[in-house]
Structures are given as C-alpha cells and as structure tokens.
T-cell receptor, first 117, second 115 residues
Framework: DAGVIQSPRHEVTEMGQEVTLRCKPISGHDYLFWYRQTMMRGLELLIYFNNNVPIDDSGMPEDRFSAKMPNASFSTLKIQPSEPRDSAVYFC???????????????FGPGTRLLVL | AQSVAQPEDQVNVAEGNPLTVKCTYSVSGNPYLFWYVQYPNRGLQFLLKYITGDNLVKGSYGFEAEFNKSQTSFHLKKPSALVSDSALYFCAVRGRSYNTDKLIFGTGTRLQVFP
C-alpha cells in the first residue's frame, strides 16, 4: 500500500484566499484524522471521522475551517478565508477501527505545509 | 482528563551510548501508549505501542519502551544510539475507559545524537 497520501505537499497563498487540503487514507482504514502542527501549539487534533462520519470536531479552530469525507477514500480540509495564523503543517492520518477493544495504530501522511501570506 | 508529558524538550547523547526519552501519562484506568518519530519535513512514523501483556515493548529501528504502571511512565529506550536516530519523538496515550478514538500527544522531545 502507498500509505496515506496528501496533496498538495506545499501551499503558499494570500490572506483571504480559500485553501483546500486533500487526503487519501490507507485502503480499508475506517478512521481518518486531521491534525495541525505548529511550533507554538505542537500537534493538535482538528477533527476525526469514522466510516466517513465526523465524530469529533471539537478541535476545529473556528468556522473558517471545514472538513468533509464524501467517501472512504477521500477527505478534504478547507480553510475559507485563510489567515496568516493558519500557517502550519497539516497532517492526515488513518487507522483501522477498534478491534477487541484495542486502540489501533494511526498512520500519518507526509503533511501539507501551508503558508498564508 | 487524559494527558501526557514529555518533560525534556531536547535530549543529547553521543553515538554508541544508550538513550532514554521520557514520557509520563495521566488517564483513568489502563492506557494504550504509543511512540512516534518525526524526521525533518516528514510525517509521524509509528515506532511501537503498548496495548497489554509484557511491559517491555520492542519496536522499529531497535527501540524499546517499558510500561511502568506504578510510575505511570512509558520511557523510550535504545541500547546504542545512532546519528540517524536524531529526530523529534512523540509519546501518545488514550485511556481504555474513554469512549473516543482520540490520541493525546505529548509536546515532543528532540533527540540529538552526536558523532
């Protein structure tokens, strides 16, 4: 398997523009997670999905952020309008569902480095 | 509430020497514990996990970690460090009693191995 795929790898945009980040999870994984990493705040969970349904979006910073998962092999994280403080590395991760009560391992994509000018 | 602490921002060690990266946690009940490594400009890579059973867990690249319930710790260790081990290491936890799939990550520890 190719692992978790994210695109674009780098994005530079101007304040006020819409930004869309994309993720393809590992085939067969039914959980998908979106994280943001910054020097100041470390690694933050933004939202996660189970079987394409958003389960917990309490980490989404504000209404400018939205995430969708229209099918099991694709998810998007959208920022509209973008602001300089959104500059960060955004990671997508996927995992199998819990089996036998175990917490399955999350596998991370390479990330999208976003710079908002 | 669940939490995890990595008390050291950076650990420096000479190549060939043993290394330890510390992690302590706080959860209600028994934990699931994970270690991830992040190399520059890369995503997090899974190293090892503790779910149940033997307290000493062996993982990728010669790393191991020991679950210590009484000290609520899950320190990462390696008998002989390599320069290529230099990276950012994250500990993560979830309590079994919590009805969520969220992992709580520590702030990360930067490991620097000197030749």
């Amino acid at each position: 398997d190719a692992g978790v795929i994210q695109s674009p790898r780098h994005e530079v945009t101007e304040m006020g523009q819409e930004v869309t980040l994309r993720c393809k999870p590992i085939s067969g994984h039914d959980y998908l997670f979106w994280y943001r990493q910054t020097m100041m705040r470390g690694l933050e969970l933004l939202i996660y999905f189970n079987n394409n349904v958003p389960i917990d979006d309490s980490g989404m910073p504000e209404d400018r952020f939205s995430a969708k998962m229209p099918n099991a092999s694709f998810s998007t994280l959208k920022i509209q309008p973008s602001e300089p403080r959104d500059s960060a590395v955004y990671f997508c991760a996927s995992s199998l569902g819990r089996t036998g009560g175990y917490q399955e391992t999350q596998y991370f994509g390479p990330g999208t480095r976003l710079l908002v000018l | 509430a669940q939490s995890v602490a990595q008390p050291e921002d950076q650990v420096n060690v000479a190549e060939g020497n043993p290394l330890t990266v510390k992690c302590t946690y706080s959860v209600s009940g028994n934990p699931y514990l994970f270690w991830y490594v992040q190399y520059p400009n890369r995503g997090l890579q899974f190293l090892l996990k503790y779910i149940t059973g033997d307290n000493l867990v062996k993982g990728s690249y010669g790393f191991e970690a020991e679950f210590n319930k009484s000290q609520t710790s899950f320190h990462l260790k390696k008998p002989s460090a390599l320069v290529s081990d230099s990276a950012l290491y994250f500990c993560a936890v979830r309590g079994r009693s919590y009805n969520t799939d969220k992992l709580i990550f520590g702030t990360g520890t930067r490991l620097q191995v000197f030749p």
